[in-house]
C-alpha cells in the first residue's frame, strides 16, 4: 500500500490535449497556459502539486520508450519523478500510427513501471475528436478500459461523457483540439472528481 501524504505529487503525461494546445480554427493554434494542469491544481489547491509533461504528437510508445519529444525511456524517466500519482492521457495520436495490440502493450508497460517505482498508475481516456485522423478511436478507448480493468486500474473515464454533452463538436476548434479553455476546464474538472479518492 503507498502511503499517500498531503500534499500528494501528480504528474501528468500526455499529447497535445494534456500539453494545452488551442485551436481557434483549424490553422489557428497556440499552446496556452490555461490547459488541463493549470485548472486542475486551481480546483485541488494546496492538496496537491501537478506537473506535466506532454507533448505535440506524443503517443505512450514514445513515452514508454524515449522517443519523440520524450528525452528518455519512462523506467528512467520515472525514477527521477516524485510523483505519488501518474496519470497517462494517450490515445488520439496512437490509434493513427499504430495498431490496437501494440497501444495495449504500451499502457501494459506503463502500470508495470509505475508500479515497479512505486507510484499509482492511473489511465485517462483521450477526448474524443470529429476528425477523420483517426477512425480507430473508439477501439483504442475499449482497450485502455480492457486493460485498466485487467488490471486494476482506475480510469478517468470522459470519451463517452463527453459525446453525451449536445453538439459536444463545437468545443474543438480543428475536431481534435479545444476551441478554448472551456474543454480544458471541464476535463480538468472530471479529473478533479476522480482523483478526490486520493485527496
Not at 500528494?8 to 494545452?20: A, E, H, N, Q, V
Amino acid at each position: 500500500m503507498i502511503n499517500l501524504i498531503a500534499p500528494i505529487i501528480i504528474s501528468l503525461y500526455g499529447d497535445s490535449t494534456m500539453l494545452g494546445l488551442e485551436c481557434a480554427t483549424p490553422s489557428t493554434c497556440h499552446v496556452t497556459k490555461n490547459n488541463v494542469a493549470y485548472y486542475l491544481q486551481d480546483y485541488i489547491g494546496d492538496k496537491a502539486i501537478i506537473n506535466s509533461d506532454a507533448f505535440i504528437g506524443g503517443t505512450i510508445k514514445d513515452l514508454i520508450n524515449g522517443t519523440g519529444m520524450f528525452k528518455e525511456p519512462f523506467n528512467d524517466a520515472i525514477r527521477k519523478d516524485n510523483a505519488n500519482v501518474v496519470i497517462a492521457n494517450f490515445g488520439i495520436n496512437d490509434s493513427h500510427l499504430y495498431n490496437g495490440a501494440e497501444y495495449t502493450y504500451y499502457l501494459n508497460q506503463f502500470i508495470d513501471i509505475a508500479r515497479a517505482n512505486n507510484k499509482i498508475p492511473i489511465l485517462e481516456e483521450p477526448n474524443p475528436i470529429c476528425s477523420s485522423w483517426s477512425k480507430q478511436l473508439d477501439q483504442f478507448v475499449i482497450a485502455l478500459d480492457t486493460v485498466a480493468k485487467k488490471r486494476h486500474v482506475p480510469v478517468i473515464a470522459q470519451y463517452s461523457y463527453i459525446r453525451s454533452i449536445p453538439a459536444w463538436q463545437v468545443f474543438l476548434g480543428d475536431c481534435i483540439h479545444a476551441k478554448d479553455h472551456t474543454l480544458y476546464a471541464y476535463k480538468a474538472m472530471i479529473e478533479f472528481r476522480y482523483l478526490q479518492s486520493f485527496l
